[in-house]
């Protein structure tokens, strides 16, 4: 059978599951649906994403139907209970993998921490973590307490927890959604201490383990990495498309190998373009937080789990620009460097 259209999909909804519709997304059977769970309680909520599954799945070209549903609060909760306390989660995408989201990562989280704020990463790649080979803490199993974990420390002041640090190094992950969304559940709810923000570096694409992060653990913001070329952009407006459906505040894009610098002459040659997602930021009326070149001495930095954040020179001054350009944000949101 031929797969509908996403737009015709909207129609097999009940009218109020169409209205609360904030994104609908149909790719190679699977449909990533985002809908707006203001007013309901609960058991409202179940009830709405079991009507959704059902109707969507009985679409010819449907196998699998992921549902988000974000609200501010729950209806049975107070307006005036206080905010969970925690860090500030801010989280890291893009649309496809191979754009350098996990290096930018790390490098952001410890750019962060040489700029005196308080700093803690959560590698959500669930199927393929990098942060332990990126921070040099392979082999490292965190401790727990209270059924809580405690993240496992590196040497740049940034503290990291990944499903790396839990299993054996090389084994393969074949977990269902409900599996991968309860590991990441366990990773955020951790003991994170003073920690003041929390880097989530999320998977490519927009799976299971977004859909669990806007609508459990929203994000106060998300920076969004893109290489220059026009099929990277195309999927990064998709995860942009579903944190601005979950009303996460998109602080802007990187542009990652943006040039790639000769390891002889020093020379910049435009490998895979430059300018474009600067451009796009533009177009779409978003900061443009700065660009990192494709540089041989970040790619061996990171093999070797020496972050170049935390040294000198024009690859540590790239990834500090970035962090500079959101401490005025962060300051917005009550987050100032330690001292300051």
Known sequence: MTAQPADDLRQLLTADAGARVQSLRLADGVVTLVLDGGGLNADARAALEADAKAAL???PGVSEVRV???ADRDAAQPVSAPAPKGPLILAVGSGKGGVGKSTLSANLAVALARAGIKVGLVDADIYGPSQPRLFANEGIKPIAKDGKMFPVPSRYGVHVLSMGHLIEDGRAIAWRG???SGALNQLIDAHWGDKQVLVIDLPPGTGDVQLTMVQKHKPAGAVIVSTPQDLALM????AMNLFEAAHVPVLGLVENMAGYVCPHCGNLSDSFGLGAVEDAAKRLEMPFLG?????MAI???SDAGEPPAAGEG???EAF???ARALLPWLAQQGVAPAGG
Do not use: E, F, H
């Not at 660009?291 to 540089?295: A, F, H, M, T, Y």
């Open 314 to 316: 024009s690859q540590a």
């Open 320 to 322: 500090a620009r970035i």
């Open 178 to 180: 409900p599996m991968v």
């Open 57 to 59: 799945l009985a679409a």
């Open 299 to 301: 790619r061996v930095g």
């Open 235 to 238: 999927d990064a407006s998709r």
């Open 291 to 295: 660009r990192v070149p494709l540089d």
């Open 68 to 70: 988000g549903i974000v």
